[in-house]
């Protein structure tokens, strides 16, 4: 009875979510999900480090499409960037290398940070 209430509410909310509630949800998520990663990894639950690292590279790739990069060279750099964690982030994936997660995890949390001031200056 309550996942089903709370699945509907998780739904609306990305249903009726603006461009940039959208982006800061996923680079919430690609937080959320790269510490996961980590912690499983250190605790040996390869398979739990792999679903959580596959989640983090799909929202790269989301991250990667949603992106316009005909507005200018800053969303060209921006691209590169994002493609630069999710190539690294399958590389931890496939060795469960703690030090990559550790190299990148700082990038994952500027970009989040990033869209979350993005965020608050377009509702103003």
Request: glycine share 2%; net charge negative.
């Amino acid at each position: 009875m309550y996942s089903n209430g709370y699945n509907v509410y998780k739904n609306n909310s990305v249903n009726y979510a603006s461009k940039e509630q959208l982006l800061l949800m996923l680079t919430e998520g690609a937080v959320k999900f790269c510490k996961i990663a980590r912690q499983a990894i250190l605790d040996n639950d390869i398979k739990k480090a792999h679903d959580a690292l596959v989640r983090t590279q799909d929202i790269f790739s989301e991250l990667m499409v949603s992106l316009d990069t005909t507005v200018g060279e800053w969303a060209a750099q921006l691209f590169r960037v994002y493609q630069f964690i999710k190539e690294r982030l399958i590389e931890a994936n496939m060795t469960k290398n703690i030090e990559i997660i550790d190299e990148i995890f700082p990038l994952v949390e500027d970009i989040n940070e990033t869209w979350k001031e993005a965020y608050n200056r377009a509702k103003k």
